[in-house]
């Protein structure tokens, strides 16, 4: 299995963008499904948007229109791009391999996102 490893995290003021990236040790392109999820003090870890090989992607309706995730497997990167921000996308952002429903791959460290008012 790959390792992946979160970074483009940072303090943006509302209404601002990131970029996340999620770069792989190795190949994603037998990786069937990839996923963004992030964990709020307090809070329960969430997913937060979803891509399969073929395309076809997944959000949250906290995010679906303001944030987009991507693959490029010639990188070995899976993206996730956040516009519109706000306060309440404050989180750590991790990514991870999706096996199925109910198993994915190890957690790494993430990337922190503050989101000021």
């Known amino acids: 299995q790959v390792q992946l490893v979160e970074s483009g995290g940072g303090l943006v003021q509302a209404g601002g963008s990131l970029r996340l990236s999620c770069a792989a040790s190795?190949?994603?392109?037998?990786?069937?499904?990839m996923g963004w999820y992030r964990q709020a003090p307090g809070k329960q870890r969430e997913m937060v948007a979803t891509?399969?090989?073929?395309?076809?992607?997944g959000y949250a309706d906290s995010v679906r229109g303001r944030f987009t995730i991507s693959r490029d497997n010639a990188k070995n990167t899976m993206y996730l791009q956040m516009n519109s921000l706000k306060p309440e996308d404050t989180a750590t952002y991790y990514c991870?391999?999706?096996?199925?429903?109910?198993?994915?791959?190890?957690w790494g460290q993430g990337t922190q996102v503050t989101v000021s008012s």
């Open positions: 891509i399969t090989t073929g395309g076809t992607t």
């Open positions: 991870n391999t999706i096996v199925n429903a109910h198993r994915w791959g190890s």
């Open positions: 190795g190949s994603i392109f037998s990786i069937n499904a």
